[in-house]
């Protein structure tokens, strides 16, 4: 029987005949930072992702697995797929760990994710990196959590967070007269989305006004960067009902 017609995909291989592995043309350069990484990992405590090929044994994903491996003489564990190498190289590469926040968004966004799409379009329209469009639009903003949902496909933006996130950007452009370019920073739009969150009362206009008499200083801890912001804006108002905090 043919050796290709015996391979099954629901079965994890093993083998020490590295050469019958075939690497594609655009598979990934090897990294030889991760290679050390991987090497420590695998020495301690086995392979335990199977390097993923096709029934030609071309390598879909795991290039760097076998190359350890190889380089330790321990046995490849690989298993079999019967999809196109090409969509599922694209797959596969977008699923791992050490892929950018983009690379998930663009991932989720081709399975049809409206939140996805949507974050995509407003890093292009904005010139925003990913993080600062999460931060803003999002329901959870960033932080561990958002991670794990952006990975699994859970993130949203909802018509409440979209709405929020649209009057911190123009606030923010606002700004930018008056504090440069760290008004798209993302220190300061987190200090921003958490004042707005909090004080219905908020008003950009006031806040500008407030610009114009006094510098703002920007901090790296939130908190120290929202007190700036309430100190500023605050700054001779009589009115308890207009004062935020």
């Known amino acids: 029987m043919n050796f290709k017609s015996e391979l099954k995909t629901n079965k994890i291989y093993e083998t020490y005949s590295y050469d019958k592995f075939n690497n594609l043309s655009y598979n990934r350069t090897i990294n030889n930072s991760h290679i050390k990484k991987l090497e420590l990992d695998i020495k301690n405590n086995g392979q335990h992702i199977p390097v993923t090929v096709d029934r030609d044994m071309n390598v879909v994903d795991g290039q760097h697995r076998l190359l350890v491996c190889k380089n330790l003489g321990f046995p490849v564990k690989y298993h079999v797929i019967d999809s196109d190498p090409d969509e599922s190289m694209s797959k596969l590469n977008n699923l791992q760990k050490s892929w950018t926040t983009i690379n998930w968004m663009e991932y989720w966004s081709a399975k049809g994710h409206e939140s996805y799409t949507f974050m995509l379009d407003?890093?292009?329209?904005?010139?925003?990196?990913?993080?600062?469009?999460?931060?803003?639009?999002?329901?959870?903003?960033?932080?561990?959590?958002?991670?794990?949902?952006?990975?699994?496909?859970?993130?949203?933006?909802?018509?409440?967070?979209?709405?929020?996130?649209?009057?911190?950007?123009?606030?923010?452009?606002?700004?930018?007269?008056?504090?440069?370019?760290?008004?798209?920073?993302?220190?300061?739009?987190?200090?921003?989305?958490?004042?707005?969150?909090?004080?219905?009362?908020?008003?950009?206009?006031?806040?500008?006004?407030?610009?114009?008499?006094?510098?703002?200083?920007?901090?790296?801890?939130?908190?120290?960067?929202?007190?700036?912001?309430?100190?500023?804006?605050?700054?001779?108002?009589?009115?308890?009902?207009?004062?935020?905090?």
Do not use: W
């Open 122 to 245: 407003k890093i292009k329209s904005e010139g925003l990196g990913a993080t600062v469009v999460l931060e803003i639009y999002s329901v959870s903003g960033y932080g561990g959590e958002t991670s794990r949902a952006l990975r699994d496909g859970e993130l949203k933006a909802d018509s409440r967070s979209i709405s929020r996130g649209d009057f911190l950007m123009r606030t923010a452009r606002s700004c930018e007269s008056f504090i440069g370019s760290n008004a798209m920073k993302r220190s300061f739009l987190r200090a921003l989305k958490v004042i707005i969150s909090n004080n219905d009362n908020f008003s950009s206009q006031r806040m500008i006004k407030g610009l114009k008499k006094n510098p703002l200083n920007i901090y790296a801890k939130t908190e120290d960067t929202v007190n700036e912001i309430i100190s500023n804006y605050n700054y001779r108002l009589k009115l308890q009902t207009t004062k935020i905090s």
